[in-house]
Structure formats: C-alpha cells, structure tokens
C-alpha cells in the first residue's frame, strides 16, 4: 500500500485550480488524467481531493466501500436550497427511509403502466411540433422538443397531470435557471448565506417558488380531492401519499408533507431534465449519422407499434437502445455528481485516501478511455450490441452504481427508448447548417454550449428513409 502523491495547488490556496473546474470541469479533468495517472491528487483551501480513472477505483468507493464514504454534504446542501430534503440530496437514514418508501413507485409494474403516458406524451407533442405531411420539415431547437416531451411525461407520472404551453415554457425557464445558479454556487470557494445578498439570489429565489408553487398545487387539488372520497391515485404522487414504511412505526410510518413536496420536486427536476438532454444528444447523434438512423428505423418497422404492450416492444429493439447508450456514453447527461468524502481511511486502487478527503469519480473521463472504448470520440453503437466485447464494470455508468444508483434509471430507460423509437420512426433529422454537434457545457447535467438545430422531415409510413439527394436539397431550401 503506497501514500498518496502530493497534491496539486495552484497559489494561492488552490483557487485559481478551482476556477479552472468551474470553466471546464471535462477538460480539467482529462489534463490531470493525461498528467498524473489513474490517481491524480489536488488541493483547495484545506481539501484534499483525489480524481480516480480507473473503473475499478470508481467500484470500490461507490460499492465494495460504500460504508467507509458518504456524499459530500456541501453540494447537498446546496442542492438542497432548492429541492428540499429529498431522496436525491439527502444522505444516512433519512436517505435510507425515504429511498425505501419510494423504490416500490418504481417496480417494473408502474413502469409498465407508465410507458402508455410516455408514449402518448411523445406523440401528442410531436402532432403539435413537428411536420405532419409528407415530405414536409423544419428547423427545430432539440432541447426545447425534448424537455416538452419529457417534462410532459414526468407530470402525467407524477400527478397524472397535462400542462399548459405557457406553464411548461416558464417552468422550463425557471429549471434552466436555476441549474446555471447551483452549477455557480458549487464552485464558489465559500456557501452563500441565505439571508444575505448574493449574486443570483432574486432569480433563484423566484425560480425556486415557480418550480415548488406548480408541484404544490397538484399536491394540494389531490389532497381535496381525497378529502371528498376520491382514492390517492395509482401515479407517483398517489403512491408516495399512500406509501407506508414496514420499518417504522406511526406517526413515521408515511411522507410527512414536506418530504412528500421536496421529492416531487427532485423528481420533477431530475425525471426530466436528464432525460431531455440524453435524449438531445441522441437526436443530434442520429442527425450526424443518417446511415445508422436508418438501421433503427428498419428496426422498429419489423416492431408492432403496441401501447399496451410498449415495454416488452422496446425492449427488443436492440440497435435502437444501443444508440441511446452510445450517446450517453459519449455525453453523460450527469458528469459529476459522483462524489464522495471518506469517513476514515480507506485503501483505493493502491493507495490509502485519507479520513476527510474527497473523491470525485469523473464519468465523463471514463466514458471516454481508449483502453475500454476504442475510438472514444467515435458513435458506435455496435459496443452495445449482442457479441462485443464485454466491458470492465463500472467503465459505463450514466446512471450510477450501487446503493445510491438512480431510482428513475428503468423509468427512463424506457421513457428515452419509447420517445426516440416514435421520433425516428416517422422524421428524418439532419443537422441545419452545421458539421459538427455544439461543444457540450456543464450546467449540473451536459447540456449544449450552443442550440442544436436539427431539420426534422416527415416521413412516409411506407417509406422510412430519406436518400441522399432529398437530404441535400431539404436543406438547403
């Protein structure tokens, strides 16, 4: 067992290294990987951080050592300040209760009966949106076409609830916001204090109550509603209403309001966000590769288009779920939320990280290692195809692993799977006046630095592709 190398710190104290995360987390991360090794240690103030690269490293401390770390708390404070003590920013056994209570609103059967919202969601969206009659196309800005589609999934799920144009718009702002706020307030050197001014508080402070406002209100029409004889409802908020937890005995035994408000709240914002710019990446990857939106396409037509059976349809469809694993693997929607501070010292990889110390687990570094994915900057989907090579564990983890592993990880897989299938089955997408995909930003989840364009060309029923030549003059008309 060997010591860790001496950290890194820029003077003074580590800041200017700080900034240099906060400008590019993705770039910092790659220079230290390519400088320092699979281990690369830093400093901030008093911190001692460690980046790790190698999956190995990345399992012991989120599974074989999960007990000896916990989720360092000043980003769950943070996070926090806006989403309440849910069961995304809480840690210990309040995390423990409220991640029990909440896994069976995620069982495959509520899956199942989610993937008829989810589809209908994508198609009513894309009738309102989209070209219609053959042959006709548009300019359309992907990430607003996405979190349409997806933000109307997660409230028919959560509150079996449609929303308004102008409502889902403000909402989507407010979102947008307020991750670019908590995104700033992670990497400021100290916390804000919240009764003092700072920058961004007004914005935040009105985005936070437009976003919690929203959710409240469908909370408190369920409430009345049940006060009037109505049952609590088989979508998510009526499953967290009725919930019960056998560890516990009353008055504990359910949500308390409160905890029933904040995780709606994190749910809402992490059910659709991320989903939103996967599935932004996705459309922008089958744009780039026209060939391979083309393989899907023959794909899915050999598929019945069936609601009620949709799950166990799309799961067969194993091109088109490879591509969507491609694309989040080449642009993880969650590129830094895998941190942990140890609790005492713990061997890693080799080395001892010392009790205090901070581990960041940098998945976008990993998704993109020559040695587990050839041609890393590369779209292949066929790495995630019957008979390739088989990975190292944990080399690819868009959702996380172990205890604290996305509970929405199956909801979404199918969520993605049925909203793509029904996009790329009647459109072809070509970038607009582009060659490349915008370089992708930081901002809590991997968004575009720029608005990704697409054309979007309606395609016949019959007829599932666009040749070349239509391609070419659709756009440049």
Known sequence: MTSPQSPIRPWPFGLPLLQAIRRDPLALAQSLHKQHGDIASVKVLSTHIYYLFRPEAARQVLVEHQEDFEKDQRPLDILQSVHGANVITT?????????????????????????????????????????????????????????????????????SYHYQREEAAAVSQAIRSLSKQLMRELFWPVRAVPWLPYPGRAEKERSTALVRDLIRARIEARRQAMSAGAEAGEDILGLMLAARDEQATAPDAGLSDQEILDNCVGLFGAGHDTSATALTWWIGLMAMHPEIAARVRDELRGLPEDRASAVKTIMEAR??????????????????????????????????????????????????????????????????????????????????????????QQFATVEMALIAARLVRNHDFALDQATALPAPEVNLVLKPRERLKVRFTRLAQDRQTVVPSERAERQSN
């Open 91 to 159: 840690e210990g056994a309040v995390w423990e209760r409220q991640r029990r209570i909440l896994t069976p609103a995620f069982a495959p059967k509520r899956i199942e009966a989610c993937a008829k919202l989810m589809a209908a969601a994508a198609d009513e969206c894309a009738s309102q949106e989209l070209p219609q009659e053959v042959g006709a196309n548009a300019i359309i800005d992907v990430d607003a076409l996405t979190t349409l589609i997806t933000m109307d999934v997660i409230l028919r799920a959560l509150f």
């Open 319 to 408: 091109l088109l779920n490879a591509t969507i694993k491609e694309a989040m693997r080449l642009y993880p929607p969650s590129t830094a939320t895998f941190s942990r501070r140890a609790l005492r010292d713990v061997p890693i990889d080799g080395q001892v990280i010392a009790k205090g110390a901070l581990v960041l687990i940098p998945i976008w570094s990993l998704h993109h290692d020559p040695r587990w994915f050839p041609e890393p900057d590369a779209f292949r989907p066929e790495r995630f195809m019957p008979g390739a090579p088989v990975l190292p564990r944990s080399a690819f983890m868009p959702f996380g692993i172990g205890p604290h592993f996305c509970l929405g």
